[in-house]
């Protein structure tokens, strides 16, 4: 099975270093992961490099635990000339515990030149 280009899944596990004073993911330990997707996710799409305009929205929608597991899912749900809007969702599990949606955001990125200009998206990639 391929996945389909703009496409990433990753996982990472929740680390105490990643955790707030609750014991849980911090925050912006929890917006840098969406981010890093976003980006990965938006990059495969252009095949080129590419930076981020704005954050559109990011929801918490539940607290992650230390120990837990983090499904982390990224796509392109749009694509302009040379932006395209990415959506990525968390997903948290622990043995024995059903997933559950903990996190997620939507982010607008910019595929960029050697100078870091705008540039258009290939239109090839889009059905690779």
């Known amino acids: 099975m391929t996945t389909p280009t703009g496409t990433i899944e990753t996982t990472?596990?929740?680390?105490?270093?990643?955790?707030?004073?609750?014991?849980?993911?911090f925050a912006g330990q929890g917006l840098q992961m969406l981010a890093k997707v976003a980006f990965l996710s938006a990059r495969s799409l252009a095949q080129r490099e590419v930076v981020?305009?704005?954050?559109t929205s990011v929801d918490f929608c539940a607290p992650t635990p230390v120990g837990h597991e983090l499904l982390l899912r990224g796509w392109v749900s749009r694509v302009g000339r040379t932006s395209m809007t990415v959506c990525v969702t968390g997903l948290a599990r622990a043995p024995g515990v059903p997933l559950e949606e903990v996190l997620k955001g939507v982010f607008e990125?910019?595929?960029?030149?050697?100078?870091?200009?705008?540039?258009?998206?290939?239109?090839?990639y889009l059905r690779a």
């Open 12 to 25: 990472e596990l929740v680390l105490p270093v990643h955790a707030n004073h609750h014991g849980t993911l």
């Open 52 to 55: 981020m305009a704005s954050v």
């Open 109 to 124: 990125m910019v595929a960029v030149d050697g100078h870091g200009r705008p540039v258009a998206v290939e239109r090839a």
